[in-house]
């Protein structure tokens, strides 16, 4: 089976732009109407194929980026396409509250690849991570401590991000989040990465989980090791606690398994997916052990929640990338990276390299990241896209079929660019 798609890069020629979506000039398009959130370089993406993206000039990029860790096929994969088409002309929203076949089929094959008995699907990471925390608040309610009382308290970790709605916000340990909308969703006291004692002093009467993301991916790619993460399973299960895992960016095959926990052969009571699920779609999933299905009609939902449009690109998706030998070759591209990366970590006096499977961080040193990211988006004739999740590195998350002939062009861009900014 060929996992990659026809590489763009083969052909000297780049496609032309369409010319419904072609305006020469930035400047003349109405962009003022969008609220300012981020800032955003000018330039307009119209199209995209595998591991490339083209801009309103032409100009093409290639994408070490791929929607943040979500495009897991690279853009407009084939199977993605045909999922969209075939169920957009068959159903697109009965409701939420009645069955269809693709929200049946994906929440079976995502049961039996993970082991946790129950799926519900949400549309976004932070939605599926705020299911994740009603579960626990709810399994809390039914599991009260000795003196009777509920327990709701989550622990998290300093530095974790679990998403942008207020209780999301309010388990992260992003520093500044506490204080920007605040007040903060209270019940989640942080403790240290790695440092188990740090867990077991927050413990207390209302303590009813652990959440953590097995790599910390906007931290900066920092993994949980896997003793701590044995350890946390340990802890928690003594404790009678719950231990849920934030799978939304390590998760569908991101870091060379289909679940990074596996690496630590440990098993999780809750875990969430987002971003990769999707292959770029707005989908995310809730899993949980049979035992910890708790929710009563009424409890938990949504309007788009498990609609068959979006469940079934997510089906295409997870079939492919739970299809034989995929795995195998997304740490097959990844030691490749690896490799490459280390290499130019030791030519230009960086700190080396970190990260599972195709979710990696190289540690530059010193803080050009944002400037390279830059530098990068602007080479000419090709852009390379680019992310510095912290500004003393930069963080690669290519499509999971990602290939050599693409990892060896942006390792011989980034060798241009280090050898100009260092
Ligand atoms: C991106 C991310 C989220 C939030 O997902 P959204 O789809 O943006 O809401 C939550 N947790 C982790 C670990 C993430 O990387």
């Given amino acids: 089976m060929s996992?990659?798609?026809?590489?763009?890069a083969a052909s000297s020629t780049s496609?032309?732009?369409?010319?419904?979506?072609r305006h020469a000039k930035f400047a003349d398009l109405p962009t003022q109407a969008l609220l300012p959130i981020t800032t955003r370089p000018e330039l307009v993406f119209t199209h995209g194929k595998g591991g490339w993206l083209y801009d309103h000039e032409g100009k093409r990029y290639l994408d070490f980026i791929q929607g943040w860790a979500v495009n897991s096929l690279g853009h407009?994969?084939?199977?993605m396409r045909d999922a969209l088409a075939t169920q957009g002309s068959l159903l697109l929203n009965p409701s939420p509250a009645y069955y269809n076949l693709p929200m049946i089929e994906l929440a079976d094959l995502l049961a039996n690849l993970s082991g946790l008995g129950k799926v519900f699907f949400a549309n976004s990471g932070a939605e599926a991570n705020e299911s994740a925390i009603k579960l626990a608040r709810k399994w809390g309610q039914l599991h009260p401590n000795s003196a009777?009382?509920?327990?709701?308290?989550?622990?998290?970790?300093?530095?974790?991000?679990?998403?942008r709605t207020l209780a999301t916000m309010s388990a992260s340990g992003k520093p500044g989040w506490d204080t920007i909308f605040a007040p903060q969703v209270p019940g989640f006291p942080k403790a240290e990465l790695n440092d188990i004692a740090s867990v077991e002093a927050l413990i207390g009467p209302e303590t009813v989980a652990v959440m953590l993301e097995p790599i910390q991916g906007e931290a900066g790619v920092v993994p949980a090791t896997p003793e701590f993460m044995k350890a946390l399973r340990e802890l928690t299960?003594?404790?009678?606690?719950?231990?849920?895992?934030?799978?939304?960016?390590?998760?569908c095959g991101r870091t060379g398994t289909l679940f990074q926990y596996q690496q630590s052969g440990i098993v999780p009571d809750i875990m969430t997916l987002g971003k990769g699920i999707g292959g770029g779609v707005p989908l995310a999933a809730m899993l949980c052990g049979?035992?910890?299905?708790?929710?009563q009609p009424g409890d938990q939902g949504g309007t788009y929640n498990g609609n068959p449009l979006m469940c079934a690109v997510g089906l295409a998706v997870m079939r492919t990338v739970s299809s034989?030998?995929?795995?195998e070759f997304v740490r097959a591209q990844a030691d490749y990276l690896s490799a490459g990366l280390q290499h130019l970590s030791s030519r230009y006096g960086g700190q080396g390299e970190?990260?599972?499977?195709?979710?990696?961080?190289?540690?530059?040193?010193r803080d050009i990241g944002p400037q390279l990211v830059e530098a990068a988006r602007d080479m000419t004739p090709d852009g390379l896209l680019l992310n510095s999740a912290r500004p003393n590195l930069l963080r690669f998350m290519p499509a999971l079929n990602v290939s050599r002939e693409e990892i060896d062009q942006m390792l011989s861009m980034l060798d241009t660019l280090l050898a100009k900014h260092v």
Avoid at 3 to 8: C, E, G, H, R, V
Avoid at 354 to 361: M, N, T, V, W
């Fill in 76 to 79: 407009c994969h084939p199977v």
């Fill in 148 to 163: 009777g009382k509920a327990r709701f308290e989550i622990i998290t970790f300093k530095n974790a991000f679990h998403g």
């Fill in 3 to 8: 996992l990659a798609q026809p590489s763009a």
């Fill in 237 to 251: 299960t003594a404790r009678g606690l719950l231990l849920i895992v934030d799978e939304v960016q390590t998760g």
């Fill in 324 to 327: 034989p030998g995929f795995l």
């Fill in 290 to 295: 049979d035992e910890f299905a708790v929710f």
């Fill in 15 to 21: 496609p032309t732009t369409p010319k419904a979506a």
């Fill in 354 to 365: 970190r990260g599972a499977g195709l979710l990696r961080a190289l540690l530059l040193g």
